[in-house]
C-alpha cells in the first residue's frame, strides 16, 4: 500500500482508534479491520474513495508530544484510515480525510450505515464542508456524477481513561433510488455569523448586549453570506428576525437564547439543556425555537424572553438556493 504520515499533536494517555474503509458499487459499501474487502462488481455504478488531495487535519488542542496519523491507499480505491493516538479528555477532529466521489452515471445518496467496535458512538463521521454528520440514512448527502463528498470524523475521548479501542470497522452505504432530481435544490447549513461553539465545528453563536445588533447569515465552513440575523430588544425580551438575500430561502431554523456562554460542563443552561452536547457541539433538535418550512420563506422571526443583557445566542438556518 502506498503510506503517508501526517504528525498531530497528542498528549500521554492514549485513546486507540481505527477506521478502516472500503469501496464498491452502489449496491453496498462495507470492510472491516481483518476482513478482506469485498467489491461488487458493477461498471456502470462505481462509488470510488480516496485519499484527500488537500487535507486539514486536526484542529488540535494543547498536546504536547506526536500522534501518527496513517492513510493507507492500495490503488483499488480501498483505504485503510488509522489514529494511533488521541489525547484523552479532549475532542479532536480530522477534516478531510477522505474523499467518496460519485463516478457513475445517476445521482446517489450516501451515507454511513453501521459501525463496528468497542466505543463507536464515540467516532462521528461528517460532511467535511458542513461539520454535519453523515450517519444514518436521514443524514444522506446526494452526490451529483462527478462529485465528491469529502469526509471527516470526530473522535471524542472525554471521561477516558487509559488506552480505549474506540472503532474497528465502518460500512458505507450508497444507493442510486434517491431524491436527487433536476428540481432538487441543495442545501446548507447556516448560522448567525460570531464566534465558534467549543465543539471542533464551525458552528457559531453570538453576543447581544441590547440596543439593536445585526450580524450576517453564513453558510458552510467558507462562511458564504446567504443573509442577515437582526436582534432588537422588546419588552421584557429580544426579537430575533432571520433574512436571506435575494436567491435564497430558509426551510429550517433553530434557536436558542440564554445568559450564559455556550460551555459543555454542568451548571451551564447551554449543557443541561441539551443544546449542547458532551463534545460542546451543537444539538439543534434540542433548541427550544425553531420551525420548518416547506416552501421556504425570506424571513423568519421569533421572541425570547430574557432577563437582561449580556446574552448569547445559537441562530441556526438550513437554506437553499433559488433556482
Known amino acids: 500500500m502506498k503510506r503517508r504520515k501526517f504528525l498531530i499533536g497528542a498528549g500521554a494517555f492514549s485513546v486507540g482508534a481505527t477506521a478502516v474503509v472500503g469501496s464498491g458499487s452502489f449496491a453496498e459499501v462495507e470492510a472491516q479491520r481483518g476482513i478482506k474487502v469485498e467489491v461488487v462488481r458493477d461498471s456502470e455504478a462505481y ?5 484527500h488531495p488537500e487535507s486539514v487535519w486536526s484542529n488540535g488542542t494543547d498536546a ?27 475532542t479532536t477532529r480530522f477534516d478531510d480525510v477522505f474523499r467518496v466521489c460519485n463516478t457513475g452515471k445517476d445521482c446517489v445518496c450516501v451515507w454511513v450505515k453501521e459501525k463496528n467496535g ?17 450517519e444514518g440514512e436521514d443524514n444522506a448527502v446526494q452526490l451529483e456524477v462527478g462529485e465528491c463528498l469529502d469526509v471527516g470524523f470526530e473522535v471524542d475521548a472525554t471521561d477516558l481513561d487509559g488506552r480505549n479501542a474506540l472503532i474497528e470497522g465502518v460500512r458505507f452505504r450508497a444507493e442510486a433510488n434517491c431524491p436527487c432530481s433536476e428540481a432538487e435544490t441543495s442545501s446548507e447549513t447556516a448560522w448567525g455569523d460570531g464566534d465558534s461553539f467549543p465543539g471542533a465545528n464551525w458552528f457559531t453563536y453570538f453576543e447581544y448586549s441590547g440596543d439593536g445588533y445585526t ?79 416547506d416552501e421556504g420563506v425570506g424571513t423568519a422571526t421569533y421572541t ?20
Not at 500522534?67 to 484523552?88: I, K, M, P, Q, W
Not at 425570547?304 to 446574552?311: E, H, L, S
Open 215 to 293: 450580524t450576517d447569515l453564513v453558510a458552510g465552513r467558507d462562511k458564504r453570506v446567504v443573509g442577515e440575523v437582526k436582534v432588537v430588544d422588546t419588552n421584557g425580551g429580544i426579537e430575533v428576525t432571520y433574512t436571506t438575500d435575494a436567491g435564497w430561502r430558509i426551510v429550517e431554523t433553530h434557536l436558542a437564547v440564554s445568559s450564559d456562554v455556550p460551555e459543555a460542563v454542568s451548571g451551564n443552561e447551554w449543557f443541561d439543556e441539551g443544546w449542547l452536547n458532551r463534545a460542546g457541539n451543537p444539538v439543534l433538535g434540542a433548541f427550544p425555537e425553531g420551525d420548518d418550512f
Open 47 to 51: 462509488l470510488r474513495m480516496e485519499q
Open 118 to 134: 468497542d466505543n463507536t458512538e464515540r467516532v462521528t463521521f461528517y460532511d467535511s464542508r458542513t461539520g454535519e454528520s453523515i
Open 64 to 90: 504536547e508530544t506526536e500522534t501518527v496519523f496513517v492513510v493507507e491507499e492500495d490503488g483499488r480505491g480501498h483505504l485503510g484510515v488509522s489514529v494511533d493516538a488521541v489525547r484523552n479528555g479532549t
Open 304 to 323: 425570547v424572553n430574557v432577563d437582561g443583557f449580556p446574552v448569547y445566542v445559537g441562530a441556526h438556518a438550513v437554506v437553499e438556493e433559488e433556482e
